[in-house]
């Protein structure tokens, strides 16, 4: 089949409903190669990010109890609502993570970068379906035509996958990855997408496709925590918005919690972790002591980091979660693109709003380019295209075994620095 051939047969399987409400991206007609040597390393990515989110949760929990520094608790609650930190603390399981981890990864010159970790990630359903369809016409796909799904039965072996009015962006690629599911299994567990209206027939097991920050627009969310709270319900991701912070990512390059972190995580993963995780600063205006810098920043105070030329201002400041701007490109600023008064706005903003919503400063590694190609529906042609890739493993860690289900790449335009799904992007599965 030629490449033509191919788009056109790609953009002939997608469902009736689509996969995204009102998105569009571009089709190509073959998946995006991984680098030689690089699926090897997402199978030990996938364990050292295990290990990682569980050392988070433990942190915060021993936080809470005075065993390790009352800050960090302090930290990760800030601007939630009273009853979801009471909730966080007293009524879900000590060692209970999110099931389905998707770092998104920024492919660098020099290898690789993890930007952050989404914990309620869109995209499962889309890369699913994609996975089917390019291993349809031979590409022996990562994860294979049926590892995305294989994936989220491996931690939801039947059961409800609730979404919000917020993310219903997301809701047809839920409803196709339900049907798939549903046929796969015929006669054994059942799924279904349900949206977020109140009701009370949950099935046992719930997936929550919401973020908590959005919890009071979720008429169904008493319902939910009434269920975990009398044992009837196990709903994952667990309510625990601790773990939708972006912040944690400063939390592990602190020196005061260099120890936590390399006995819980064992130092050959800490290592391998620092060497992937950019440098992150929690923007954080407490004054230093008069002989104290910030680390590598070599500045005295924030107002000093506000002075930076664009040169020295290799930086994305983003706002940490909690908050609808705390997801794709929303609440992120690329500080090297800013005037002087405009990142100089920008930082103020950001420490001025610290005891609400913590921001943090992130090292810019920019994207390495790739050549790929895409099919132009109104040509009817193969166009070719430079651009940066943000790929998206997806980790699904059942209560047996974790399976990399398959990962997305989304290649954007190389005039773009910030990457994630936009009409102009490429979307393929990684092969």
């Given at each position: 089949m030629s490449p033509l051939e191919a788009a056109r047969s790609i953009h002939r399987a997608l469902p009736a409903g689509g996969l995204f409400h009102e998105k569009e991206w571009r089709i190509a007609p073959q998946p995006f190669a991984l680098p030689e040597g690089f699926a090897a390393e997402l199978e030990k990515l996938g364990h050292r990010l295990t290990l990682f989110v569980r050392a988070c949760e433990l942190l915060y929990r021993q936080s809470v109890k005075g065993r390790q520094p009352s800050w960090v608790a302090d930290l990760l609650d800030a601007g939630k609502p009273a009853d979801l930190v009471v909730f966080q603390r007293e009524h879900t399981a000590a060692g209970d993570v999110p099931r389905v981890i998707r770092p998104d990864i920024i492919l660098t010159d020099d290898g690789y970068t993890i930007a952050e970790l989404d914990s309620v990630p869109g995209g499962i359903g889309l890369t699913a379906w994609l996975a089917k369809t390019y291993a349809g016409l031979g590409f022996d796909v990562l994860g294979g035509a049926d590892g995305m799904l294989r994936g989220f039965a491996e931690i939801l072996s039947g059961g409800d996958i609730i979404i919000s009015e917020e993310a219903s962006t997301y809701r047809p690629e839920m409803e196709w990855l339900v049907v798939e599911l549903n046929s796969l299994h015929a006669g054994e567990s059942r799924w279904r997408a349900l949206d977020a209206s109140p009701r009370t027939d949950f099935q046992e097991r719930v997936y929550r496709f919401f973020e908590l920050f959005d919890l009071a627009n979720v008429p169904t969310a008493a319902a939910l925590m009434e269920g975990v709270r009398s044992n009837h319900l196990h709903v994952t991701p667990p309510f625990k918005p601790a773990l939708e912070e972006k912040l944690w990512f400063a939390l592990f390059w602190l020196k005061p919690l260099e120890d936590f972190w390399n006995s819980e995580l064992g130092e050959r993963a800490f290592i391998a972790l620092q060497k992937v995780i950019p440098y992150t600063w929690l923007v954080d205006p407490s004054p230093l002591p008069r002989h104290a810098v910030l680390p590598r920043l070599e500045a005295h105070s924030w107002d000093e980091v506000s002075r930076f030329s664009q040169k020295r201002r290799n930086f994305i400041l983003k706002i940490s979660g909690f908050s609808e701007n705390a997801w794709g490109s929303r609440g992120v600023a690329v500080?090297?693109?800013?005037?002087?008064?405009?990142?100089?706005?920008?930082?103020?903003?950001?420490?001025?709003?610290?005891?609400?919503?913590?921001?943090?400063?992130?090292?810019?590694?920019?994207?390495?380019?790739?050549?790929?190609?895409?099919?132009?529906?109104?040509?009817?042609?193969?166009?070719?295209?430079?651009?940066?890739?943000?790929?998206?493993?997806?980790?699904?860690?059942?209560?047996?075994?974790?399976?990399?289900?398959?990962?997305?790449?989304?290649?954007?335009?190389?005039?773009?620095?910030?990457?994630?799904?936009?009409?102009?992007?490429?979307l393929a599965p990684a092969v």
């Open positions: 500080a090297s693109d800013m005037p002087q008064h405009e990142w100089k706005a920008t930082l103020a903003a950001a420490l001025e709003e610290f005891p609400r919503h913590p921001h943090i400063l992130q090292v810019f590694h920019p994207g390495r380019l790739f050549d790929t190609d895409y099919w132009t529906p109104q040509s009817d042609s193969i166009t070719p295209m430079r651009g940066r890739v943000r790929l998206c493993p997806y980790y699904f860690n059942g209560d047996k075994n974790r399976i990399l289900g398959g990962a997305l790449a989304t290649i954007c335009p190389d005039d773009k620095k910030l990457l994630h799904g936009m009409r102009d992007a490429v």
